[in-house]
């Protein structure tokens, strides 16, 4: 059977996969990293969050430790994986504090900020739990 086109790719050219029902994730909720003209962030790496992170995240003035109710946000704790958005990943990895990156549900939009080859050296296994 052949594989559509328009199905949403990662970054190593496969169908892009899940990256987190628990916390529901992806700019439309879906659990994807999926983005769209709306999503002017690209929310498209799917990370394993870190407490190192989530401290860089919340000093560059986007906090995902707090929970905020008006959203249904649960805030974020280290070990939960996120659809971060592809600038900040770069960010994090320019100064030492990127997160792992699950490749596989990582959309292949990220590669207009970043490298391939940046994004296989901080690949979690494949398979690896939360």
Same mark, same amino acid.
């Given at each position: 059977m052949p594989i559509q086109k328009d199905l949403p790719r990662n970054v190593l050219g496969g169908p892009l996969q899940s990256c987190s029902t628990n916390p529901m994730t992806g700019f439309f909720r879906t659990g994807c990293c999926e983005t769209g003209p709306d999503d002017n962030g690209r929310h498209v790496v799917c990370a394993q969050m870190t407490a190192e992170f989530l401290e860089f995240s919340a000093a560059q003035g986007?906090?995902?430790? *707090? @929970? %905020? /109710?008006?959203?249904? &946000? @649960?805030?974020?704790?280290?070990?939960? /994986?996120? =659809?971060? =958005?592809g600038q900040r990943w770069r960010d994090a990895f320019r100064v030492g504090m990127a997160p792992p990156v699950v490749l596989q549900a *990582?959309?292949?939009? %990220?590669?207009? &900020?970043v490298r391939l080859e940046d994004l296989l050296a901080h690949a979690l296994p494949e398979g690896a739990e939360a």
């Open positions: 986007n906090d995902l430790s *707090t @929970p %905020v /109710r008006a959203y249904s &946000f @649960p805030g974020l704790k280290p070990g939960d /994986r996120w =659809c971060l =958005c *990582t959309h292949e939009a %990220v590669l207009k &900020f």
